[in-house]
């Protein structure tokens, strides 16, 4: 089904197109949230959250403002940031070290399995370490350029190009 | 403008990433409606990503919409109170009126029911009296008869000491040893009291008892029928104790008449 017909369903609350949205994005909504909070049943938790949430403020979504992939993407960013400066973060804040969605990545079975990520470990592995970071500071962070150029100590119009020479390679290797 | 150079500068990746300010946001969603190419790019950044994210995810996590689901319903039903009371409203309105109605309904009923008792009341009464009366008819036309029956002895009794003015008729028919007495001219009773009607032989004088008259009250010709298979020789009327005696008390012998063949 098209999916701009399906963003519509969903906004006039249509439980069975919003099941499909949710089946499509899931898994990477899922994914961004844990590489920030690091914590499985937290991911879950935030995960489910992000859906409640979307679902409730359906009618404040518009193409005007991007995506809807994009505007669930915020949604969950904001909430695993959120979750982070959060005491209960704080508190387990133990486990946390710098990793890179790469290192998630090459420790997540997942991808052995999923037929859809099949491959997408080499494929990453195989980025240059600076798309790496580029990649997850831009998508699963949320970085603005300017965070990102100060992180990587890049210039501002740098990180735009490489990003995008980054997402090309991907792009090819994944064939989309 | 030149769409290759637009899409090459990466500003699609960070419409994708959610990087771009509002006003970036809304030219580029303008731009993909007038230029297809422009779309298929973001579609095709949008697949890389989608993938790219997902590949984050952890396996021992399971997901399902249908938690989602119960969280969504469970939320809707939490809404639902306050629309209910506006729906009460119109629940106790709606009961209000069909007690009204249902009410008024009962009265009617009954009403109707009670006119319904009155009719049947008065019709009964009516047919009760038409009863009467053709029973009051029948009987009068039988006393007619009896009188003009030239077979039937007529006596008539006259008003003794302690009542002068009485007086009463008695018609004997010998055939069927029946006799009608006539009681039209006695007092009523006192109360307590019955009138007794005897047949007598005269030698000696032996009074024999037929019956006594009690329901004198409520008989509205005060003509009644006795049995009588005696030899009567005459007949007398006392008033007596209720329930009669059996001798009668002759202080209070209201009437007497002696027969005539006898005499």
């Known amino acids: 089904m098209n999916l701009e017909h399906l963003i519509l369903q969903f906004q006039q609350k249509d439980q069975k197109a919003y099941e499909k949205l949710y089946n499509m994005y899931c898994?990477?909504?899922?994914?961004?949230?844990?590489?920030?909070?690091?914590?499985?049943?937290?991911?879950?938790?935030?995960?489910?959250?992000?859906?409640?949430?979307?679902?409730?403020?359906?009618?404040?979504?518009?193409?005007?403002?991007?995506?809807?992939?994009?505007?669930?993407?915020?949604?969950?960013?904001?909430?695993?940031?959120?979750?982070?400066?959060?005491?209960?973060?704080?508190?387990?804040k133990q486990n946390l070290n710098a990793d890179f969605f790469v290192d998630i990545l090459e420790t997540n079975d997942n991808l052995d399995q999923a037929t859809n990520t099949i491959g997408l470990k080499e494929y990453v592995t195989k980025l240059g370490t600076t798309c790496k970071s580029v990649i997850e500071l831009l998508y699963f962070k949320g970085y603005t350029q300017k965070e990102a150029s100060e992180k990587l100590e890049m210039p501002i119009g740098t990180i735009k190009t490489r990003n995008r020479n980054c997402i090309s390679e991907l792009r090819v290797m994944l064939g989309v | 403008m030149d769409i290759k150079k637009y899409i090459a500068t990466g500003i699609l990746e960070l419409y994708i990433a959610g990087l771009l300010s509002e006003e970036e946001n809304r030219e580029v969603d303008a731009l993909m409606q007038v230029h297809p190419e422009l779309l298929a790019e973001v579609i095709s950044i949008e697949k890389a990503i989608v993938k790219l994210t997902a590949s984050g995810a952890q396996k021992d996590i399971a997901y399902s919409f249908s938690e989602i689901q119960d969280k969504i319903n469970r939320k809707k039903t939490k809404i639902v109170p306050i629309s209910r009371t506006k729906v009460n409203w119109l629940q106790y309105s709606g009961w209000a009126a069909s007690i009204l109605v249902g009410s008024s309904l009962i009265w009617s009923i009954s009403q109707n029911n009670q006119l319904e008792q009155q009719v049947a009341t008065e019709k009964q009464q009516l047919k009760e009296q038409i009863e009467k009366a053709s029973t009051n008819l029948a009987e009068a036309e039988k006393l007619i008869t009896v009188f003009r029956d030239k077979n039937i002895i007529s006596v008539p009794l006259a008003g003794q000491k302690i009542s002068p003015d009485s007086y009463a008729n008695i018609y004997w028919d010998k055939e069927t040893k029946s006799i009608y007495i006539d009681a039209k001219g006695l007092p009523a009773p006192p109360k307590g009291k019955v009138y007794q009607v005897w047949s007598l032989t005269l030698n000696p004088l032996t009074p024999t008892s037929l019956g006594i008259l009690d329901t004198f009250t409520a008989n509205t010709y005060k003509v009644f029928t006795k049995e009588n298979t005696s030899k009567s020789e005459a007949f007398g009327i006392t008033l007596e104790p209720s329930g009669g005696s059996e001798f009668p008390n002759l202080e209070q012998l209201y009437t007497l008449g002696l027969i005539a063949s006898t005499i």
């Not at chain 1, 403002?65 to 005491?87: E, H, V």
Request: glycine residues 4%.
């Open chain 1, 27 to 92: 898994d990477s909504i899922s994914g961004v949230v844990y590489t920030i909070v690091k914590n499985s049943d937290v991911t879950q938790e935030i995960t489910q959250d992000v859906f409640i949430k979307a679902w409730d403020k359906a009618e404040t979504y518009s193409s005007e403002k991007g995506r809807f992939f994009t505007w669930i993407l915020n949604i969950a960013r904001n909430a695993a940031i959120d979750y982070t400066r959060s005491k209960k973060y704080k508190q387990s």
